[in-house]
């Protein structure tokens, strides 16, 4: 089985400054990576993904994530967070059949 | 532009009561799954279907039970309800297993 392993539940970071959510999986097999943002009291949304070719992947809002296979890492960051980054965040692995989540790291945006 | 659609938004019950959360996607996926949500726990599978007539269990399959009639529609039946099944209870869809699963919006279920 799979594991993701996210190492921060809580991370708060004021408003233009720089941040980073790590992750770490576990996989003897090759995966694809996802990760996936959820606003209060809504679903998760994806956010972005590694499923080959260039190991480092961008979203549309600023994020970037790059898969680092000799680590088994991805992890997020954005250079500059703004208040409507405040959500949780979790990232995910995709081995088979099943999708494998993190617990999860709350970010929170502080003015 | 539905997407995947749960019902019910909100549900309580009482210990012992049985239910079934409806879940539906528009987009003709074949695979789709449940997720239950927990405080610190992340998002742990119950069961998934790779396509209409096939099922299978995920992480945390028991007191629960799930069906695939359509490639629309994956229920998820609570078969007697315990408090531990207190939770916020995601379906989710995907083109395939391995790609990107899109999510419906949550069913808050309250057992006491």
Known sequence: ?111 | NAGVTQTPKFQVLKTGQSMTLQCAQDMNHEYMSWYRQDPGMGLRLIHYSVGAGITDQGEVPNGYNVSRSTTEDFPLRLLSAAPSQTSVYFCASSPYSGNTIYFGEGSWLTVV
């Open chain 1, 1 to 111: 089985a799979q594991s993701v392993t996210q190492l921060d539940s809580q991370v708060p970071v004021f408003e233009e400054a720089p941040v980073e959510l790590r992750c770490n999986y576990s996989s003897s097999v090759s995966v694809y990576l996802f990760w996936y943002v959820q606003y209060p009291n809504q679903g998760l949304q994806l956010l972005l993904k590694y499923l080959s070719g260039s190991t480092l992947v961008e979203s549309i809002n600023g994020f970037e994530a790059e898969f680092n296979k000799s680590q088994t890492s991805f992890h997020l960051r954005k250079p500059s967070v703004h208040i409507s980054d405040t959500a949780e965040y979790f990232c995910a692995v995709s081995a088979g059949n099943q999708f494998y989540f993190g617990t999860g790291t709350s970010l929170t945006v502080i003015p």
